[in-house]
């Protein structure tokens, strides 16, 4: 069975946690939000709110939002004003073509020795997918499917077991989350997507380098739809 990469961060209920770990996990919680799309490009992020939604000092707040600010991932401005940076045409390409390259990578990697059991989340992952997936793109039905079309590409890096790896997928869907491909882009085909996902799911169960193939081309497809959108379009240069 092959032994997953995670980055969560763990620690129990019963140890003191200094500011630091705090921080990390402030920090851990916000990066999701972004990846996930609750918090979008642009929004502002007030944190006084956030301390309160959390339950803490606004000390480990101000400190996951350095190292947001460090990484780039968002803009702080005097007065303590602070807003998730919004990309770039170029910086929404090369975020695209980081993951482009990191997945394919991880398939690689994982196919041959991939087993049912390793399957199990990306099944379940599919299988909500498919439930949520419209015959007509609705963006009342969006939000959902995007999790969990997020979850279903990172498990493909979770399962080629490289820490290393994980966080730069990480890296990159900061700067670009799905939700954003989505939105940003020309209207995608939701029963050509839902097709490719099961492709990929299959050849993956049968060890067949041909999961290869579908997810250059799924991806492929990903990259000229969003670049073709009018929202890409207006973002600057």
Known sequence: MIKKSTSTIEYSENIQISNVRISDRIYELITQEIIEGTIRYGDRLNIKEIAQRLQVSSMPVRDAIKRLEHEG???????STCYVRMPTQKSMIDAFELRYILEISSIEKIYPMV??????????????MEVLVPSKYHPDTMKEYVKYDQLFHREICVLAGN????????????HLNISLTFNAGAEPDMQQVES???????????NSEQCVAVLRQHLNICKRNMISGEVFKSLPV
């Open 73 to 79: 991932i968002v803009v702080v401005k005097p007065q």
């Open 115 to 128: 087993r049912w059991e390793d399957l199990k989340d990306m099944k379940y992952y599919l299988d909500r």
């Open 196 to 206: 490719d996902h099961r492709l990929i799911f299959k050849y993956l169960n049968k």
């Open 163 to 174: 820490e290393y790896l994980l966080r730069s997928y990480k890296y990159a869907t900061l």
